[in-house]
């Protein structure tokens, strides 16, 4: 377990409570709820020397049907949270996060908590790889219903690939099959087709599809089963815990201040039993949580 408090320490600058600096700390990653840990999964085993703070904000989630306001006031305090525990890096692993609030987060509110400190997020990292993927310059997102209404991975796409004709799909029921374990449920299939479907339909020289959501991966088997040959299915863990290797060898100066010790502490704003059971659908192994309030 790591220490709660991270050596944070706290002064009072023009009226508002600011970050002052402190010892190294571990890298938090922060989710609406579970998916988050398949992407902290991916993370652990390409970087295992690494702490890590994991945070679930499972009371309040989910996420995807928040308007923009909610979703940035609850991601920064979660954000600021993890500052407290000493975090000097935080990984948003949760696409609406990203979508909503990573943006505002990191233009306003970071250069008034600590403009050393950085948060970063998962849709970038994604969208990346997407050029060397796609033959026909046709992809397309399957994500929950904030993501695609917010188009940030169309915002994204564009900037990096102009070229690219970008398509999205809200699949509302994907999140609840896997966080109620009905993921390899005969129940499944009907609504993983139906989303897929739905997508295809839309443009049917599509031959790329990002999973846009944390909580995707859990359904793999079944989305492979239902999308077409020929077509890429783009996940997110590997991506993501390769562009944070990377951005710790560009940034030395943070890596510096994330401290190595292999560890990782989990968070919930929920209950710390039904967070560890479910927690062991994506992770494999017994955990053990303690709980916050954000």
Not at 15 to 21: H, I
Not at 45 to 61: E, H, K, W
Not at 87 to 101: D, F, G, P
Request: glycine share 8%; aromatic share 8%; with cysteine.
């Amino acid at each position: 377990m790591l220490p709660l408090n991270g050596g944070t320490g706290f002064s009072i600058m023009n009226g508002m409570q600011q970050l002052l600096p402190s010892l190294p700390g571990p890298i938090g990653v922060f989710d609406s709820g579970y998916g988050g840990l398949t992407i902290l999964n991916e993370i652990r085993t390409r970087l295992p020397q690494y702490d890590f703070i994991y945070l679930g904000d499972n009371a309040r989630t989910p996420y995807g049907t928040r308007s923009f306001d909610i979703v940035y006031e609850f991601t920064l305090q979660a954000v600021r949270k993890l500052f407290e525990l000493g975090c000097h890096l935080v990984i948003l692993a949760c696409n609406t996060a990203s979508a909503k609030a990573l943006r505002s987060i990191q233009m306003h509110d970071l250069p008034k908590l600590d403009p050393a400190r950085r948060v970063l997020g998962v849709i970038r990292p994604t969208v990346e790889c997407i050029g060397d993927l796609t033959r026909t310059r046709h992809i397309g997102i399957l994500g929950t219903s904030g993501t695609i209404r917010s188009e940030s991975y169309v915002m994204e796409v564009r900037k990096l690939f102009p070229d690219i004709e970008v398509h999205g799909q809200a699949c509302p029921m994907w999140v609840p099959l896997v966080e109620y374990n009905e993921a390899a449920g005969e129940g499944a299939d009907y609504f993983i087709q139906k989303y897929i479907h739905a997508l295809l339909e839309q443009d049917e020289r599509i031959d790329t599809v990002i999973l846009g959501c944390t909580h995707y991966p859990l359904l793999l088997p079944k989305i492979k089963k239902y999308m077409p040959d020929g077509i890429s299915i783009v996940s997110q863990g590997e991506l993501v815990a390769r562009s944070l290797e990377d951005y710790l060898a560009r940034h030395p100066e943070m890596e510096a201040r994330c401290t190595r010790h292999g560890q990782c502490t989990y968070f919930t704003t929920e209950s710390e039993e039904k967070f560890a059971e479910s927690a062991s659908t994506f992770l494999n192994q017994t955990i053990q949580v303690n709980h916050l309030d954000l």
